[in-house]
């Protein structure tokens, strides 16, 4: 299932429930600006309006998943606040419905703006071993308030699975803006999501199952001793950096978040950055290492 949300059932969401204890993401805490480069990112497209998670990779180019910018109607509008103004803003004919026709056609205040391209391989069909789910928004105009996330070398991650205890040994670092899980104060302690969709950056971590070609899949469990859990709806897009380090630059972003199970406790299901498909794209936009 995809990790895209739709701000036109935010208001709805926030209404519900009581806040009590936060789970950030599945297990995690509150970004603080600790991860600078990491964006919100919010667009229309013919169905609604979405908000995905994206990294600065160079001052003027994010990179996020193929189905955030598949399809866009006008601009991207892009923040890097560790808590995203709200309201989102609308475009000038949605008439609080979530919905446009020309999706944003100028720069909200507060807010930067950029053109969507998404890899024209992505066939929104989701199959993992041809996903192709990556995309950039090229900004109107450099960012120079965080350090560009660096990119991961050909081939990085068959060579991190390879090693002493493979990918069961490695931790990667989670990063977005999605849905986050809560438990009550009192009561039955059931997470919900009710209350969580607060647009809020959070990091978490998670360590790694296995890679095919393209993807790279993550044990998503807030009760792993090794880790603290995985990813939800809004983070779509957003980075897994290699390993923890210094959580204002903990590595390479290696894989993007574009999907899971849908109650965002089980698979974190991530888009590979080191294969040559994905190199290719990138190259049009970026210099590669």
């Not at 720069?107 to 969507?116: V, Y």
Request: hydrophobic share 35%; charged share 15%.
């Amino acid at each position: 299932m995809r990790r895209t949300a739709a701000l036109v059932l935010a208001a709805l969401a926030v209404s519900l429930g009581t806040v009590g204890a936060a789970m950030a993401i599945t297990g995690g805490e509150l970004d603080n600006n600790q991860h600078p480069n990491v964006a919100m990112i919010v667009f229309y497209q013919p169905d609604g309006r979405f908000r995905c998670s994206a990294t600065l990779v160079s001052p003027t180019v994010l990179v996020t998943a193929a189905h955030c910018t598949e399809g866009v109607l006008g601009k991207t509008i892009v923040t890097f606040e560790p808590v995203a103004p709200t309201p989102s803003p609308r475009a000038a004919d949605d008439t609080g419905n979530g919905m446009s026709q020309t999706g944003y056609t100028t720069t909200p205040d507060g807010w930067l703006t950029g053109t969507p391209h998404a890899n024209p391989l992505f066939d929104d069909k989701l199959q993992l071993n041809d996903l192709h789910d990556v995309g950039v928004v090229v900004l109107d105009r450099p960012y120079q308030g965080a350090t560009p996330a660096a990119l991961p070398p050909a081939n990085y991650l068959d060579t991190l699975s390879k090693g002493k205890g493979g990918l069961g040994k490695q931790t990667f670092t989670l990063v977005g803006y999605g849905v986050f899980f809560e438990k009550p104060a009192d009561g039955p302690q059931k997470p919900s999501d009710e209350a969580g969709n607060d647009r809020t950056r959070r990091f978490t971590t998670a360590v790694g199952q296995n890679v095919s070609t393209q993807t790279l899949k993550l044990a998503e469990n807030a009760n792993d001793s090794r880790a603290g859990g995985g990813t939800c709806f809004g983070d779509s897009g957003g980075p897994h950096f290699a390993g923890t380090g210094s959580q204002t630059y903990p590595g390479e972003v290696v894989a993007l978040t574009v999907g899971g199970d849908g109650a965002c406790r089980s698979t974190d299901v991530d888009y590979r950055l080191d294969t040559a498909s994905a190199r290719d794209f990138l190259g049009e936009f970026v210099n590669l290492p």
